[in-house]
């Protein structure tokens, strides 16, 4: 999760809280906010980091006048449902989700928290919101233009490879988000006279496995889109797509950091230019836009 994406999210979350920064301080209130995410406790420490970062921007300090209380579902089955659970049966005064899974169960769960979404492709066909400009209900966020990403990756794997024929896609297929970046990427490919392929692991755990369907199918590239469960064993696949030679273009500079060849997505937001805005503002309604982005940094190795 890229660390001023996390911030961007806090801040926003901070703005749906009915009070400023310095009038908190002064009541003496202390706020808890809630974190749910598909991910893994282990990769927490740059989300750990990024809310403490943030925080301190509107002079929030951990156990004086604000609590962070985090779940992480590892990719386990039923974990949301229960991590949701708890987090609302706290009270927590904003939930912060990572994921377009995770946002959905938090949403299911609670109508009156307020939910602030990072990282999701599609929250209107997904359902999370009725349009990003009028999200309505008690969801706001984050989304990314999901759509000219999975674009870009085609065509950057087209100028990769001579003669290429069929993509393997590498998605979680519990997660609706992949699914509509899937469709994107068909049918651009399909323009191109590509064929793709959906190979699934909804679990850690199934991530060989579904390496070892990609290596079987003899495809020609690879593409690894957002996913927690799937960027829980970004070093595996990076080392994989090595060892077989197989030209992958992933979601987010972890993938780089694992020795990946190519990454294209959300670099530092626009968005961000409305930090100093919202974490000046404070919102009684949450009826707040959703925001998108469509900057994206590309790099290789």
């Known amino acids: 999760m890229p660390m001023r994406l996390i911030g961007f999210a806090v801040i926003l979350s901070l703005t749906l809280i009915p009070l400023a920064a310095v009038e908190a301080q002064q009541a003496g209130r202390v706020y808890t906010i809630g974190i749910l995410s598909t991910g893994s406790a282990a990769e927490s420490d740059d989300v750990e980091k990024a809310m403490r970062d943030a925080l301190a921007q509107l002079g929030y300090v951990e156990k ?11 990719g386990v089955p039923g974990r949301l449902e229960r991590f949701a659970a708890e987090l609302v049966n ?4 904003v939930l912060v989700t990572y994921g377009t899974p995770a946002s959905l169960v938090a949403k299911q769960a609670t109508s009156s928290i307020p939910i602030v979404v990072v990282s999701t492709a599609d929250p209107v066909g997904s359902g999370l919101v ?28 087209w100028e990769l490879v001579p003669r290429l024929s069929r993509i393997a896609f590498l998605g979680n297929a519990d997660n609706a988000a992949n699914k509509v970046v899937f469709r994107r990427v068909q049918a651009v490919a399909r323009d191109l006279g590509v064929t793709t392929e959906y190979f699934s692991a909804t679990r850690p755990d ?22 927690p469960v799937i960027r829980s064993r970004r070093r595996e696949i990076t080392e994989f797509a090595a060892k ?20 294209y997505g959300p670099g530092a937001p626009r968005s961000a230019v409305a930090l100093p805005y919202m974490s000046t503002r404070s919102s009684r309604a949450p009826n707040r836009p959703t925001s998108q982005w469509s900057n994206q940094r590309s790099s290789n190795s």
Do not use: C
Not at 64 to 74: L, P
Not at 151 to 156: C, D, P, Q, S
Not at 207 to 217: D, E, T, Y
């Open 244 to 263: 077989v030679r197989l030209p992958a273009v992933y979601f987010g500079k972890d993938y780089m950091v694992a020795g990946g060849l190519i990454s």
């Open 130 to 157: 009725q349009s990003l400009g009028r999200p309505g209900g008690n969801v706001t966020g984050v989304s990314a233009a999901f759509g000219e990403l999975a674009g870009k990756w085609v065509e950057l794997l």
């Open 206 to 227: 199934e991530v060989g496995a579904a390496l070892a369907r990609i290596h079987q199918a003899r495809v020609q590239g690879l593409i690894v889109p957002g996913d």
């Open 90 to 93: 706290m009270q927590v005064d």
């Open 64 to 74: 004086r006048n604000i609590v962070i209380e985090s779940r992480f579902n590892e």
